[in-house]
């Protein structure tokens, strides 16, 4: 009998995170500033990581990159924005549990150039165990 309501307990669980809605009105927000770097310095904390770089491509065309290596990326799918409004949210799941990960990415002109500034943050737990700084390395590397 314990083993029956083990097993639904987690069935459960694994449906709550699979299931839970993604507000955008929570996750599509500023991304914050930090002092700008060379697009390769991510900065963590346990269940975040960030990245902030100033570049001189127009502000469109860098978040157009940055949203086709964001979709390229498994699993992953746009929640709010376009390159045109200047940021964009994407929603990225692991791929056993579903767990779900949100990376925030927002472009500013400035007359040094395009500021990019972009966060991944995960949503349930306490450590993401270095996945949003992999995702970010990623892109970019791409980038």
């Known amino acids: 009998m314990i083993i029956y309501i083990l097993v639904i307990a987690v069935v459960g669980l694994a449906a709550f995170i699979r299931l839970a809605p993604s507000d955008p009105a929570r996750w599509h927000t500023d991304p914050g500033t930090i002092a700008a770097t060379d697009c390769t310095q991510i900065t963590t904390t ?14 469109i065309a860098l978040l157009t990159k940055l949203d086709t290596i964001a979709l390229a990326t498994p699993r992953t799918t746009r929640l709010a924005g376009s390159a045109e409004t200047g940021r964009i949210t994407w929603l990225t799941r692991s791929s056993i549990m579903g767990f779900p990960d949100y990376t925030t990415a927002q472009t500013t002109s400035g007359p040094d150039g395009t500021r990019t500034d972009i966060l991944a943050r995960q949503r349930f737990g306490e450590s993401d165990m270095g ?5 970010l390395t990623n892109w970019m590397s791409q980038f």
């Open 46 to 59: 346990g269940s975040s990581a960030r990245v902030t770089c100033l570049r001189s491509e127009d502000a």
């Open 131 to 135: 996945v949003n700084a992999a995702r």
